[in-house]
């Protein structure tokens, strides 16, 4: 996946869609495509090393809570074992501090297209919006973030969506009901 960056952060359902290549039956059709770009994207990332945490573990413990720390059975699963294992022989700069405030943080962007964002993933923003470099955020199949992602650019924050005709499907037609 050469069009991805040396460095960026990894919403918790990259690596758990990557995990439903356990049961490759089970995958609906139009998620195949969008499991095998996730299986990439964790291949990159570990083989880079350029992930980008928060300093309080607060992304490391969302992984920890909906990912296997043995390392199996799925790709997601090793991608947590692999970040529990190098946390700390991350660059320094790559480990964040974000300070929490309310339900938000300090260095979640103010924006009024951003007012609805989901809290449980504000960490995310704060964490790339606080960076010197604010890396890219990768995103597999929350299609909410669809509908964030002209205001994230505004404040100056990508996502790199790796399914991006799912997404916008899905998206288009939770707009319409």
């Not at 291949?43 to 909906?66: C, M, T, W």
């Not at 199949?141 to 404040?155: F, N, P, Q, T, Y």
Request: proline share 6%.
């Amino acid at each position: 996946m050469n069009t991805l960056p040396k460095t960026c952060l990894v919403d918790t359902n990259v690596p758990k869609t990557a995990n439903l290549a356990i049961d490759p039956a089970a995958i609906p059709d139009d998620l195949v495509l969008c499991v095998q770009a996730c299986i990439e994207a964790i291949q990159h990332v570990v083989a880079k090393g350029g992930l980008v945490l928060d300093a309080s573990n607060e992304i490391f413990d969302e992984y920890r809570q909906q990912l296997s720390m043995q390392g199996q059975p799925g790709v997601g699963d090793r991608f947590m074992k692999w970040v529990h294992d190098n946390q700390y022989s991350f660059p320094d700069g790559d480990r964040v501090e974000i300070t929490k405030n309310g339900e938000s943080y300090d260095q979640f962007p103010n924006h009024s297209g951003l007012k609805l964002f989901d809290n449980s993933d504000r960490k995310f923003i704060a964490v790339a919006n606080a960076h010197p470099d604010k890396p890219p955020v990768l995103q597999a199949a929350d299609s909410k973030w669809w509908g964030w992602k002209d205001a994230l650019c505004e404040v100056g924050i990508t996502v790199r969506f790796l399914c991006p005709d799912y997404v916008q499907k899905k998206y288009v037609k939770k707009m319409e009901s």
